[in-house]
């Protein structure tokens, strides 16, 4: 079992800047792809970015690419996702994502992933 915590959203003017961090636990958590996810109100969840175990490979959603920056600290087992340039539709509930079953990519669909945060809010106010 792996859990994820994230923490760090809440309410930015646009072109502000955020950071969310996602902390795993677990027997199995560390080593493994993540990634992050968001889901606007009314809207499907999507990707947003992903990132592999040994951070050699990242991917970035077209929307978000230039923006936002996903990094990890395996040794703290902590996920970061570092947001400028912030706009109103970035407003979402965002996700970080586990994938237990491991693998040298960075992934972005979400049945790559095994396990799921419980996401935090981010809000922003044009």
């Known amino acids: 079992q792996v859990q994820l915590v994230e923490s760090g959203g809440g309410l930015v003017e646009a072109g502000g800047d955020l950071r969310l961090s996602c902390k795993f636990s677990?027997?199995?958590?560390?080593?493994?792809?993540m990634g992050w996810f968001r889901q606007a109100p009314g809207k499907e969840r999507e990707f947003v970015c992903a990132?592999?175990?040994?951070?050699?490979?990242?991917n970035y959603a077209a929307s978000v690419k230039g923006r936002f920056t996903i990094s990890r600290d395996n040794d703290k087992n902590i996920l970061y996702l570092r947001m400028n340039s912030l706009k109103p539709e970035d407003t979402a509930v965002y996700y970080c994502?586990?994938?237990?079953?491991?693998?040298?990519?960075?992934?972005?669909?979400?049945?790559?992933?095994?396990?799921w945060g419980q996401g935090t809010q981010v809000t922003v106010s044009s």
């Open positions: 994502a586990h994938r237990d079953r491991g693998g040298s990519s960075a992934y972005t669909r979400m049945d790559d992933y095994d396990y």
């Open positions: 677990g027997r199995t958590a560390s080593m493994k792809p």
């Open positions: 990132i592999s175990w040994v951070s050699t490979v990242t």
